[in-house]
């Protein structure tokens, strides 16, 4: 009942996320880390970060993380789980909206959106250097292939984990 009076009021405001707040499975966070090859020396890139759930598991893997989301409360509670987890000294927090940052720096970009959002995010993921890993959990990018396509059981359901990597300009 709170949540969904939350999410009313949140998408009444300027700047509204514009997605359902859904928190992934663990399951799938390790999925789309490990999909991603996460290692130190990693700049992951969590658009649309929520709790900060993904940056923490790529900040455990020793990368450095950088949380995007247009709301100040999942900004505060991302920066507060990962104080928690002993990771935030790895992890920018950036209350920004996710269409405008400046994505020159990463290495691997996570997403969990809306089918939308991913396809008018794909031409400035294109664009990233090659090699950059793209991750999205459960939306894909239309006719952009991807390099691979897991799916995570948990309970009843199945979530899709799609890997795209950036290839030279032709």
């Known amino acids: 009942m709170l949540l969904a009076l939350y999410w009313g009021l949140a998408q009444a405001q300027p700047g509204a996320p514009g997605v359902r707040y859904e928190p992934s499975p663990m399951p799938v966070v390790e999925a789309m880390t490990r999909l991603a090859a996460v290692r130190p020396g990693d700049v ?52 920004e909206d996710l269409f405008g940052v400046d994505l020159a720096d990463a290495t691997v970009v996570m997403l969990f959106l809306s089918v939308d959002f991913n396809r008018k995010l794909r031409p400035r993921l294109q664009a990233l250097p090659p090699g950059t890993r793209i991750v999205s959990h459960w939306h894909d990018m239309g006719d952009w292939q991807p390099s691979k396509l897991m799916h995570v059981s948990r309970g009843w359901r199945e979530h899709p984990v799609f890997l795209w990597i950036t290839e030279p300009p032709r």
């Open 44 to 95: 992951v890139y969590d658009l649309g970060c929520g709790d900060g759930r993904i940056v923490i598991a790529a900040a455990k893997l020793g990368a450095r993380a950088v949380c995007v989301d247009i709301d100040p409360l999942r900004i505060a509670d991302a920066r507060e789980h990962a104080r928690s987890e002993g990771v935030a000294e790895r992890i920018e927090f950036r209350t």
